[in-house]
């Protein structure tokens, strides 16, 4: 494994890091989850990101257990709030009562003292964002807290959160966890360049875009065992599978060949090729699955093949 600064801050973190959305506390049974984490820790992985929202709270509470085992200092775990945790008015947003009553419930679920980086899972539009990063800034302070992030914000709202942070003297946000990969790249014009200019750190998620990218899906087929087979996340897969997605699928299968490395491969390593993203998050139902893509970070990719990729895209 390698490892890289996050953003402008002393953090290492792996370059691949491993997720639980769509997976830990729903759809992998739980001795097959801490199986998976167990073999990402063993293969230098000390990134493991979560959310509240994900599965309401099962998702951390599979992903701290599985980790119990293992030093504290020895690994870098997240969580997030934005989305409904409940029907009542306040149980949703980034305001102080609910970023604070959150990260409580979420150490309690993960028996842990503090999490590494707490993300703002949106932006607020109903919340300043000043009340949001003072309630952050207080629970770094307590120690509940030691990194901020944001995750799917703009770089104008980027641009907002370090301009308050700065004008008030509060922490500042360190890393934006963003969608991005080889069919998604609308970080690239604008929130990257203002990370840069920040210091902000990307980690980004769903590397392999939902697994489009690892070559199982073609044309006229779903694979019975795949996410796309799921009715109950296949919304978020379905809208690639289209001629287009998919012959392009097809172009850069040919060039992983010509390398003899597997897609995934490729598609991590071509993320792995911006100095801005500190980590490509993947989402793992069985050890095999990471096993496979931790070898992307042997792969480096030449300046030609970089530009071939781009003809496809």
């Not at 997720?19 to 729903?26: E, F, Q, V």
């Not at 009340?131 to 307590?142: S, V």
Request: with cysteine; hydrophobic share 40%; charged share 25%.
């Amino acid at each position: 494994m390698k490892y890289r600064r996050l953003g402008n801050t002393g953090l290492k973190v792996s370059e691949i890091s491993l997720g639980s959305w769509l997976t830990y506390g729903k759809s992998v049974e739980e001795n097959l989850a801490e199986q998976t984490i167990h073999k990402a820790y063993e293969l230098g992985i000390n990134f493991f990101d979560s959310a509240n929202v994900y599965e309401r709270g099962e998702g951390e509470r599979v992903m701290a257990q599985a980790l119990k085992e293992y030093p504290r200092d020895s690994y870098v775990i997240t969580t997030k709030a934005f989305w409904p945790m409940g029907d009542g008015p306040n149980d949703r947003g980034l305001s102080r009562k609910h970023v604070t009553e959150q990260v409580h419930a979420s150490l309690k679920r993960m028996n842990l003292d503090y999490v590494d980086i707490f993300y703002c899972h949106r932006y607020d539009p109903e919340t300043p964002v000043e009340e949001t990063l003072r309630a952050i800034d207080d629970l770094i302070r307590q120690g509940k807290i030691l990194y901020a992030g944001v995750s799917e914000w703009s770089a104008a709202q980027i641009e907002e959160a370090v301009r308050i942070a700065d004008r008030r003297l509060l922490d500042r946000i360190v890393v934006n966890q963003p969608v991005y990969n080889m069919l998604n790249r609308y970080i690239e014009p604008e929130i990257i360049p203002t990370s840069q200019k920040h210091g902000i750190g990307q980690v980004v998620f769903s590397p392999l875009a939902q697994g489009v990218l690892t070559g199982k899906y073609k044309r006229g087929q779903v694979p019975t065992d795949s996410r796309a087979s799921n009715e109950s996340i296949n919304m978020w897969i379905t809208n690639m599978l289209n001629d287009d997605v998919l012959t392009k699928v097809e172009k850069l299968e040919g060039i992983a060949k010509e390398l003899d490395i597997t897609l995934p491969s490729l598609a991590l390593a071509w993320i792995l090729r911006q100095p801005n993203v500190a980590s490509a998050l993947i989402g793992a139902s069985k050890p095999s699955q990471v096993e496979e893509n931790v070898k992307a970070v042997e792969v480096v990719l030449s300046e030609d093949i970089i530009n071939q990729i781009e003809e496809i895209l």
